[in-house]
């Protein structure tokens, strides 16, 4: 737990050693909000409705994705890569508590930080701008759509393991990443609801594992997919990271016996 | 003059050569990388379709076909802006590293070293994709003749200048503040803005996208030279932007420059 | 002996923020921060002929590698007159670059993936060489570090050592004038740092460049400067001959004694002389003032049967341990 501590404290710090980037990364996260708002207005400004979203129903959903897209995308995982890739890893293993911890320590700080900052950017905008939001359901439809924000996380958090862990076979990872950025976040739902593609491409998108991350749980808050659907979705879910769990476990263990420590 | 010129566009051959052999050398990640961009374009030609495709007014004369090609413009001009400027994204490096004081001693523009000399075959394959299928599709909806198409390509270079002029105002700032990376995710955030016909915005944003951060006009004026809506008074706008942004952001790198130069590393 | 290089009252300063430690230090540094001027380079006057092999020596942070950027144009003096072959350096002219070489140790500018020819035809460009020109340099360059075989090869697959021998290729195919050289053996093994300083050597004599150098190796400053400039704290504190230095801060000489088998020596009566660095039972070594030379080969020759005795000047890691100890 101290470790733990210190471990936020170290973070933090870290970030606000770099004011001029500090303060640019949150203005960019504002100015996102903003720019999205204009030009979902403008799209809107010669049609009603774009497949099941009226104009109010997209500002909801964007500015709620944007809030879970900070909470389920921010991460650190991919410094493990540069780690491995370094050699500095060695000086990782041999830390008496375990990297993984580390790892998901870093993680979970990252996460709390961006989040704390994302909400009061949220609240500022909604203020600033008379957007209306209000979240109305059930005790059921809130237990669902934790699980399913919780499996979008670790789902998130394990995928990005496993390419990083890639940095035991190749000092390259930074091509598999980029293509996993723009897939992932792509199909996720993050930049928009992903009922408004045509029929076919709307299924076979939606089969793949990444519309959990963010299309899931909006379905649910804003009472798009019903109850038991949403249970069947979540299971799947879960299924999901279990699978990517067991791939970054395999690639950890055999990655650490091919490491040889160089680079350094 | 001329012989400067030739010059450096000689260097800049070597200097591309260089480093399309390095993208060939790394064979592996550079297909990744190919098909990344062109997974991206694609992606972002589905969501601008699914959400245009029920735009069923030809409102302002501006149809589906009309939003087409202004995707395929803004694509192209983003593109090849990364292709001739892909060296910016390394610049912040070669900041902290001390690197750029080797640059500095090269009797070479040091903003020209810094600003072309990383051209990314990746990427100019997919600005010649983006530019045949830009070709075929004015050929097939719309008439133009060899005057537009002049004008069409000058507005195109102005547009590339102002671009240019946003890099080197980010590597001026990358000297005086280590940042880089944020600054340019802004702007490509503002610049996705510019994806869709600048008419459809609010008056407020139109002007914000016209002369804070031109993006907006310098797609809008070369599409509506192409759909043959455009207006005399727009291209002035354009001309005086890009200009006026070039001149600034040269001051600027000067100024980092010399900034640079009056403290120790 | 023409001068290349002439130096009048140098002074440059700089910025530097003080940031508290701590978690809290941090939150409050970020927002505000004090600021510290420091004096890198107080009012250094110097001239370097061509031809000349000069060492900068000084501990960190007194003001070398300041003083060598403002020469080659990378830093803007803040006052003082600065002429490196007729030129004022911060102009960066065209004609004033392509006759300097600046050699920054680790920094490569050779492309990662590609072999070192690659790069060294970008600066056949860069320059402006003919072909024929740059062939000849390439070649002569390649006997003289032995460097031929790792042309075509990629510079990632390079030992530090041969990425080294590349790197100072890149910086010698135009036949700079003047080498400005950082740090050029830090890292290096042994055998390879040789081969570095014998090449330096070399290179000076076939084409009578000036050759201005920092290093903390006081092996790289003894091997290959006849000309020593010290720095401390931003002041020149020595400008002249490598001989010349010792007598001007050490009065000691070090004095080596062999004895015959037959003797023995004795530490305590010997440290009544000077300082004794080493001794065994029929050598040492000793550090004693010229005052008191005379009398210790006195004493030495009436009280033991000599092998050997040798006494010379201290070498330059003696003195400037001595010079910057002393100032602490």
Known sequence: ?264 | MIRTVVFYLKLWWSFAQKSFSTSFYNRFSSILFLIGKLARTIIAFTFFFSVFSRLNTNVNGYGLNEIILYFLVYNTLVTLSEFLFRSVFEFRSKVISGSLDQVLTKPVSPLFSCLLTGADPLDLLVAVLLISALAVFIFLNFSVNSYILLLFFVCFILAMMFQAAFFISVMAFGIIFFEVDHLIGIYRDIQFMAEIPLRFYKPVFQFILTYVVPVGIIVAVPVEVLIGLFSLQNIIVLTVVSFFYFGLSLLFWRYALKKYSSASS | ?328
């Open chain 1, 1 to 264: 737990m101290k470790t733990f501590l210190t471990a936020c404290k170290l973070t933090v710090s870290e970030y606000l050693s770099y004011r001029t980037n500090f303060i640019l990364w949150r203005l960019r996260n504002f100015l996102y909000l903003f720019l999205y708002y204009n030009f979902w207005s403008a799209v809107y400004t010669y049609q009603k409705q774009i497949g099941n979203y009226n104009k109010q129903e997209i500002f909801f959903y964007f500015i709620v994705s944007f809030f879970l897209s900070d909470l389920v995308f921010s991460s650190k995982v991919f410094k493990l890569a540069a780690y491995i890739n370094s050699g500095l890893l060695s000086k990782y293993l041999i830390y008496p508590v375990s990297v993984f911890k580390l790892v998901v320590a870093e993680e979970l700080v990252d996460k709390a930080f961006n989040v704390i900052f994302s909400i009061v950017e949220v609240m500022l905008f909604v203020y600033l701008f008379k957007i209306q939001i209000f979240i109305e359901f059930s005790f059921y439809y809130l237990i669902i759509f934790l699980l399913a924000l919780i499996s979008g996380i670790l789902l998130y958090f394990f995928i990005n393991l496993s390419i990083s862990l890639l940095g035991f076979w190749t000092n390259s990872v930074w091509a598999p990443r980029f293509i996993s950025f723009i897939v992932i976040q792509g199909f996720s739902g993050a930049f928009f609801p992903l009922d408004i593609l045509p029929d076919f491409l709307y299924r076979v998108v939606n089969a793949l594992p990444f519309s959990v991350l963010i299309y899931l749980p909006m379905q649910i808050i804003q009472n798009k997919i019903n109850f038991d659907l949403a249970v069947t979705k979540v299971a799947i879910a879960f299924v999901w990271v279990f699978l990517f769990y067991a791939l970054s476990s395999f690639m950890w263990k055999k990655g650490l016996k091919n490491y040889s420590a160089y680079g350094l």
């Open chain 3, 1 to 328: 002996m023409t001068e290349v290089i002439k130096v009048a009252n140098l002074v440059k300063t700089y910025t530097t923020y003080d940031k508290e430690s701590g978690f809290w230090g941090s939150i409050k540094s970020f927002f505000y921060r004090k600021k510290k001027i420091v004096e890198a380079v107080s009012d250094i006057s110097f001239e370097i002929s061509q031809g000349e092999l000069v060492g900068f020596i000084g501990p960190n942070g007194a003001g070398k590698t300041t003083t060598l950027k403002c020469l080659v144009g990378l830093l803007y003096p803040d006052s003082g007159q600065l002429s490196v072959l007729g030129f004022k350096p911060f102009e960066r002219k065209r004609e004033f670059l392509k006759q300097i070489a600046f050699v920054m140790g680790q920094k490569a500018q050779l492309y990662w993936d590609l072999p070192a020819f690659e790069t060294y035809s970008l600066i056949r460009d860069i320059y402006q060489l003919s072909e024929t020109e740059f062939k000849k340099n390439l070649d002569e360059l390649c006997q003289l570090l032995d460097f031929s075989e790792f042309l075509n090869r990629p510079v990632r697959t390079l030992s530090l050592g041969q990425r080294m021998k590349a790197e100072i290729i890149a910086n010698l195919l135009y036949k700079p004038k003047i080498l400005f050289l950082d740090e050029p053996t830090i890292g290096l093994d042994v055998v390879m740092q040789d081969a570095i300083r014998e090449f330096i050597l070399a290179y000076n004599k076939r084409n009578n460049a000036t050759v201005i150098l920092t290093s903390h190796y006081m092996e790289d400053i003894d091997s290959i400067c006849n000309r020593i400039l010290m720095i401390d704290n931003g002041k020149l504190i020595y400008n002249g001959s490598k001989v010349d230095l010792s007598s001007k801060f050490v009065t000691e000489k070090e004095v080596n004694v062999k004895i015959n088998l037959k003797d023995k020596l004795n530490k305590q009566l010997l440290e009544q002389f000077g300082r004794v660095v080493s001794c065994d039972q029929t050598t040492a070594k000793l550090m004693i003032n010229r005052s008191k030379l005379n009398g210790f080969i006195k004493w030495l020759v009436d009280n033991y049967s000599i092998l050997d005795l040798d006494i010379k000047e201290p070498d330059i890691k003696y003195v400037v341990k001595q010079v910057f100890s002393a100032k602490k």
